[in-house]
Structure formats: C-alpha cells, structure tokens
C-alpha cells in the first residue's frame, strides 16, 4: 500500500487540517486575545487539527481503502493546499482587526501593534511541544502492543494496548500530577490566608466577626473573610450617601480552617448571626463566595447603601481554589456547604413570628451562584419560602440557569430571556435591566449575567454544535463576525473561560457595582428609593471594580 506524503517526515494531510485549524482559530469568539494567548491558542488548536488527521487517515488505511499516488496526489495535495493557504492568509490579515473589534465594542482601546510573526512562531512552539509530547505516547503504545503480541492476537493486543497506555495516562496525571497540582495549589492558598503575622489585628468591636467576643476564629477566616467583615460601608458613610439615619451592616463570614464539617461551620454561621442581632435586620441575604472564599463588594456594599444599613449578611468559605479549579475538581464542597448554611439558617428563620423576621434572599456570584442555586431547595422552601434571590454570572453547568433559560418566552434572546409575565424570574445584564420593582408574586429571582460571559455561555456540545446564542443576532458586546467553527469554537470558548476575569467592567465575568444596583432594587424593592438615587449610586461606586464603594 503507497505511504501518505510527508513534509519533514510528518503527514501532509493532517498538517493541512493543522494548519486550517490554526487558520481559523484567528477569528473572533467572546473575550479579547492577545498575541501570546492567541498563540498558545493556535498551537494547541493546531495540533488538535493535526491530531484529527492523523485519526482520519489512520482510519482509512486500517480499512484498506486505496490512496493516491504520483501525479494524482500531487494534485489532490495542490488542490487542498491552496485554499487552506488563502485562508491562513486572510485569517492572518484580519486577525488584529477581530480582536480590536471586540475590545472597541466593550469600551477598551484598540491595540495597533499586532505582532504577527511572534504570535506564529509561538504557536509552531505549542505545535511541536505538543507533537513530541504525542509522538512519546505513540511509542509508549508501540512498545506496549508489541509486547503484548507474545501473549495475544495482534488485534487483541492492539486494543489490550491502547486501553493500558490510556489508563496508564489517566491515573498518571488524574492521581499524579494533577492531583499533585491540587494539593500544592490547595496547600499554598491556605498557606497564603495563615500568614497573620503580618495580617491586620482582630478588631476591637466586639459586634464584629473575628474580634475577642465573636464565635467565629479571627485566625480561621482567611483574607478574604477578614476583608470582607472589615470593609463596606460603615453607619456613616450611608447616612452621608443617604442623607438619613443609617445602621452599621452586619457581616458574618466563616473561614473553611472555622470547622472540619459543612453542617459546623453553617452552624457557627448561624450562631453568630443571632449573638449580633442579624435577625433583628430588615433584610438578611445568605450569600455564596467565589472559590477563594472572595465576595464581591461592588454587590454587598451596593445593597448596603440602599437598605440603610438595616442589613446581615452571612456567608460561609468553603475551598481555598480559584473558582475555575474549584469548579472542576472540588464540585461537592461548595454545594455541600450551600445545602449546610442555607437549610440551617432558614430552619432557624422559619420558627420566627412572620412579622418580625428579616426578608430572607439568596445570593451568589459566578461558583457562589451555582452552589447558591443548589442549596436552595425551592421545593424544600414552598411551606415557607424565601422572598428572593440575586445571582450573577451563574456557570453554564447550573441546572436551575438551564431551567429558566429553558422556559423563556418564544423569541425571547437565549443570553436576554424573558419568563412568562416576568412575575418569578427575570434576567438582567449591562445592557439589559431587571425591570421594575414591581409587578413580582411571593418570590423574587434574577439571574445577572453579561451577554459575553464565557462562564454562563460556554456550551460542551460546541464541540460539534453551535450553542443557541450563536445562532441569534450579536449582543452588544459580542463580535458580529463570530462564527461556528466545529472543534475550533471548544478551544475558543475553553479558552474565553480562562480570560472571562480579563473583559473591562461590564463584560465577560468582570461584574461590578453599578450593574448591581437594578437587580438588587427589583429583587430586594428598598423603600424610599427612587432612580435618581439610582444614578447617584451608579455614579458612587463606577470606579470600585472589584474594590467596593463603601469609601466612596
């Protein structure tokens, strides 16, 4: 049987499907890539392509099909060889445009020097890494099923072969060197919240989480607890804003280090709740952080503002991962502690009079949302249900973000849906907002969630499908030039989910305070509220992304 064409000793036509892949792995998708990113991208991308090509052609020489030979595949070569170069050229033209297309669209500055000779020798880096790399684990095989042939039938040992080398490669980095990674990673945030010699002292008000009269662990909180029961606005700072009477809000935060079970920690949470009055508020809103234990500011000093004060929060840490490495390998510990904290406070909260108990919401951002969702047992809750809930830039796996998605009205936008009258559950964005405050039943729900979001957007089966928001009209924010790509549009959007953190204010998963403060309105409906105080606040906090806008 006649051998493929090579070039430099590989497969011609899986390196054209390389190549295409690479090619069109320039085009626009939700978040703005830079050359390096854009790089990495091609050349894993790349080698993906070369890798489906190797499989193609392995595939049709195991079934003794006939290939091409001489004059005819020279001009088969040609003839494939041809578009695929117009259209790396084309790709390689507009490649700068695409990107600053996007950032211009979410605000940012166009950049003008695009490097596109660094960007490619940086992908044929990734490229022939990743190549060596599968060349070792083709040996590996080889070696394996020739070994294998002394004990077996060729084809037995082939299979026998590959399932040992690719169990070998599972539990090798699965058991290995990815749970290595987890551990170290683990190990180092926790490391990184222990240090406190060098940490702010306990505070001295008594009627503070972590100081000498709470139940909660000064030591066990982490960073990102002590930040948080620490900042935000103070009685004062309200009234300033307000120009009314204010109450200093209430802020209970539980470190993971607090307790070695979920149902501990809720119960410390709630404990503390009580010795600091935090039933005694208007409002009480359980809230979810991020991996980290992070909550976002820009939301709870919003809410703070509107409600003079007159406010608790409670949250509870429940890992010490970034959110996206939480999201994959520690799943069950967010959704442990959600189901822990919420059925506990709200097992307390229902034995109270109807008429001197706070309104009790839910609350979460990003991995906080989607454990929030799922602790929120709304069919546990109907006998005595919560009166709302807020959650912004909820993860694509959330089963109740897929049910409501699920049920918005015909023609409503997948990435802007409306649900029936809009009387349970609305959707806002940055160019969308949450409607009034009125015209709700018992229960209020939103979802806030910006429309170039890769975080709520990301679809596996884009693998070989276009996910429903790309079969729409563009957001505001979202290339009209993004187009479906099979196999190249999974990378994509992989990799639009690493950068969703990157996106100015307002897009992708950077959300911050003013696009709060709808959403809190028509969830939490402040008395004496009014849009100008709206504005004042938008206006308040438009400079505290991520910081907050308790310090105004």
Same mark, same amino acid.
Do not use: K, N, S
């Given at each position: 049987m006649a051998r493929p064409r090579t070039f430099f000793g590989l497969p011609l036509l899986p390196l054209l499907l390389g190549l295409l892949f690479f090619a069109v792995s320039l085009t626009p998708s939700l978040i703005p890539r830079s050359g390096v990113v854009q790089g990495v991208l091609g050349g894993v991308v790349g080698a993906a392509g070369y890798m489906i090509g190797r499989f193609l052609l392995t595939v049709w020489r195991q079934m003794y099909l006939p290939l091409l030979r001489g004059r005819r595949a020279e001009a088969a070569h040609t003839i494939l060889a041809i578009p695929i170069l117009g259209v790396l050229v084309f790709c390689l033209a507009n490649a700068g445009r695409w990107q600053n297309q996007i950032r211009v669209l979410m605000g940012r500055e166009p950049e003008e020097n695009a490097r596109v000779l660094g960007m490619v020798l940086l992908a044929t880096a990734v490229f022939a890494a990743l190549l060596i790399l599968g060349?070792? !684990?083709?040996? %590996? #095989?080889? +070696? &394996?099923?020739?070994?294998?042939? +002394?004990?077996?039938? =060729?084809? &037995?040992?082939?299979?026998? *072969?590959? !399932?040992?080398? %690719?169990?070998?490669? /599972? #539990?090798?980095?699965?058991? *290995?060197?990815?749970d290595r990674l987890v551990r170290a990673a683990d190990n180092f945030y926790a490391s990184a919240q222990e240090l406190f010699e060098t940490g702010p002292p306990p505070p001295g008000d008594p009627f503070v989480t972590g100081s000498a009269g709470s139940l909660v662990e000064w030591a066990a909180m982490g960073q990102p607890g002590r930040d948080y029961v620490t900042g935000g606005p103070d009685a004062e700072a309200i009234a300033g804003f307000t120009g009314r009477p204010a109450l200093r809000p209430i802020r209970i935060y539980v470190g993971l280090a607090q307790a070695e079970s979920a =149902?501990?920690? %809720? $119960?410390? %949470?709630?404990?503390?709740? !009580? +010795?600091? *009055? *935090? /039933? $005694?508020?208007?409002?009480?809103i359980v809230a979810m952080p991020t991996g980290t234990g992070w909550l976002d500011p820009g939301s709870m000093d919003v809410v703070e503002f509107m409600h003079g004060g007159d406010i608790a929060t409670v949250a509870v840490q429940y890992s010490y991962l970034q959110s996206p490495l939480a999201l994959i390998? $520690?799943?069950g510990s967010g959704l442990d502690q959600a189901r822990a904290l919420i059925r506990t406070v709200h097992e307390y909260w229902r034995t109270l009079p109807e008429d001197g108990r706070p309104r009790l919401y839910m609350h979460g951002l990003s991995l906080g949302a989607w454990a929030s969702m799922f602790g929120t047992d709304l069919f546990a809750l109907l006998d005595d249900p919560i009166d709302g809930a807020l959650w912004a830039g909820p993860p694509f796996p959330s089963s109740f973000w897929n049910q409501a998605v699920a049920a918005r009205n015909p023609g409503s936008p997948y990435v802007a849906p409306v649900v029936g009258d809009g009387r349970l559950i609305r959707f806002a964005s940055h160019f969308k907002p949450a409607g009034p405050p009125d015209g709700w039943g018992n229960m209020r729900l939103v979802f806030l969630q910006y429309s170039s979001d890769p975080i709520v957007f990301y679809e596996p089966t884009s693998l070989f499908r276009a996910p429903a928001w790309m079969r729409e009209p563009p957001a505001p924010d979202v290339s009209p030039e993004l187009r479906f790509i099979p196999v190249v549009t999974q990378f994509q959007l992989a990799m639009d989910m690493a950068l969703a953190n990157t996106a100015p204010p307002g897009h992708g998963h950077a959300y911050y305070a003013p696009d709060y403060i709808g959403p809190w309105r028509a969830v939490t409906a402040p008395s004496e509220w009014t849009d100008a105080d709206s504005a004042r606040l938008a206006a308040h906090c438009a400079g505290g992304f991520q910081t907050g806008c308790g310090e105004g």
């Open positions: 060349t070792l !684990i083709r040996v %590996a #095989f080889d +070696r &394996t099923r020739r070994h294998l042939y +002394r004990y077996m039938p =060729e084809r &037995t040992a082939d299979v026998a *072969g590959l !399932i040992l080398v %690719a169990a070998a490669l /599972f #539990f090798i980095t699965r058991d *290995g060197i990815v =149902e501990e920690r %809720a $119960e410390v %949470a709630l404990q503390e709740l !009580i +010795r600091q *009055g *935090g /039933f $005694e508020r208007e409002v009480l390998l $520690e799943t």
